[in-house]
Antibody, heavy 119, light 112 residues
Framework: QVQLVQSGAEVRKPGASVKVSCKAS????????MHWVRQAPGQRLEWMGW????????RYSQKFQGRVTITRDPSASTVYMELSSLTSEDTAVYYC????????????WGQGTLVTVSS | DIVMTQSPFSLPVTPGEPASISCRSS???????????LDWYVQKPGQSPQLLIY???DRASGVPDRFSGSGSGTDFTLKISRVEAEDVGIYYC?????????FGEGTKVEIK
């Protein structure tokens, strides 16, 4: 079955960077886009950006432009999301989600990765 | 950015009774191809969000037929015909018409 497995929880100090991975299985990795969404405590879900797994094209939310980089490794069926210049407001659960069901719909999702930013 | 607004914020329901959640967008989600780029997701306690409805009214694979989506343009509704205990969670609408994709603030469905 289609499955996305993310890397484990991370703790970072303010100003640092974090890189979260998302390994896909059960489908043709190159055929679908991968999105990243985060959920800060008490906040609504927030879309960060996406990558076209076929051609490496990316699109980022203006809010994260310049701080977020989404990359892919087709040989490992894995997508990465790196966020730099972290502040306490980046403390959140980060999810990857692919577009297996419909071209712009997020399905399925990974299990989430908690990133804690604290001094 | 397109702003998504849901109501109510909290929805206590009795098992077996119907439930309805409203979602409004700050601009039309109707694409020139005739599809509405509006999805519904549910996040059950301790789980990741999962897709329920896409393109306004299409049920995702495995979603029970007691869930239905309707609406067009800027006004959308998710209905549960008969709520079951397993339906507790936070329901979100999301627009996928133009980046950035944006979500509503969520509606918490709980059993009375």
């Amino acid at each position: 079955q289609v499955q996305l497995v993310q890397s484990g929880a991370e703790v970072r100090k303010p100003g640092a960077s974090v890189k979260v991975s998302c390994k896909a299985s059960g489908y043709s990795f190159m055929s679908y886009a991968m999105h990243w969404v985060r959920q800060a405590p008490g906040q609504r879900l927030e879309w960060m950006g996406w990558i076209n797994a076929a051609n490496d094209n990316t699109r980022y939310s203006q809010k994260f432009q310049g701080r977020v980089t989404i990359t892919r490794d087709p040989s490992a069926s894995t997508v990465y999301m790196e966020l730099s210049s972290l502040t306490s407001e980046d403390t959140a659960v980060y999810y990857c989600a692919t577009t297996f069901t419909a071209i712009f719909s997020l399905d399925p999702w990974g299990q989430g990765t908690l990133v804690t930013v604290s001094s | 950015d397109i702003v998504m607004t849901q109501s109510p914020f909290s929805l206590p329901v009795t098992p077996g009774e119907p439930a309805s959640i409203s979602c409004r967008s700050s601009q039309s989600l109707l694409h020139t191809n005739g599809d509405n780029y509006l999805d519904w997701y549910v996040q059950k306690p301790g789980q990741s969000p999962q897709l329920l409805i896409y393109l306004g009214s299409d049920r995702a694979s495995g979603v029970p037929d007691r869930f239905s989506g309707s609406g067009s343009g800027t006004d959308f509704t998710l209905k549960i015909s008969r709520v079951e205990a397993e339906d507790v969670g936070i329901y979100y609408c999301m627009q996928a018409l133009q980046p950035p994709w944006t979500f509503g603030e969520g509606t918490k469905v709980e059993i009375k």
